[in-house]
């Protein structure tokens, strides 16, 4: 689909599910000073102007430096609750029906903030959201594999309390150096939970970093995952495994893991039978949330009609939902794009 109006018609109208996007992601400038100022903070930048025209980066370090600074501003229960629901209503304006959020407790107890107060205000965003806006949710709680192993033992014992609302874990922040092993010990104990386990791999880091994640960590979902195209025995691997990729488009432009979208793998990685789906990661910062990234990966790489609906199927397929509820969203899907 060529024509950007039919198509971007096309996506709001799909419901969707994302999968990979993380809640510090979604701070918007606007919001961090308004959040700054109710908290007596300083500014961490001048203008909502000036914090975009910081925003290019040279790689993922040099984004995640932006990413945490801009963090520090979220202090209470109300500013996680604000955060949260600031990205549902907007989820829920695109069409996004179900959401697994990614968060980043590390970031917020190394600055002191108790893992009580930002959990609350999470969660109480996230009921909200499923009563008021019918949007469904998982939450992900991410370990940040350049920090201590220790730190996320600890986190994982204290996010135990909160079992029954935190689905799984994730592995997030700087990739390049920090193989999946070094977490084997904290996924292991993530499993005797029975948490959910994904892992970003395969964005900065070699394609070797994907099959340690699902072999070592137990990952079911890879995050990124587009360097696995250099290592076509693990390509045949993930499509016989059917293991999901949450492929992130503009995020990879922007990070330069790619060099532009008419070059994302996103097209390659459907042919070869992958199980992709499209998300956002860190919106704020990317220039576009989930009904973007489609609409600019699909422009860039000419994708079919047939391949929108399929990336769309997949977010469902590759969700933790049940297999009911899976089931119910696509036949959605289908009706809706089956409309002229
Ligand atoms: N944390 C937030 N966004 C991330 C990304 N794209 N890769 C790794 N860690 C992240
Ligand atoms: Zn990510």
Redesign the pocket.
Known sequence: MQDREALESLVRRLPKAELHV?L??TLEPELALRIAERNALSAPFPSVDAARAAYHFEN?QSF?DV?YTMTDVLRTEQDFYDLTWAYLTNAATQNIRHVELFF?PQAHLSRGIPFGIFIAGILLALEDAETHLGVTSRLIMCFLRDQPVEDAARVLATAHLYRDRIAGVGL??A?AGYPPQLFKDVFDQAAAYGMHRVA?AG?EGPPAYIAEAIDVLGAERID?GVRCLEDPALVDRLVRERVPLTV?PL?NVR?RVVPSLADHPLKRMLDAGLLVTVNS??PAYFGGYLVENYVEAALALRLTRDEIVTLVENSFTASFLSDEAKAAHIEAVRAAAALP
């Open positions: 993380h510090e992601g993922l995640l990413y980043d997030d922040s990739e970003h964005e990124h992130c995020s990070l990661d860190d």
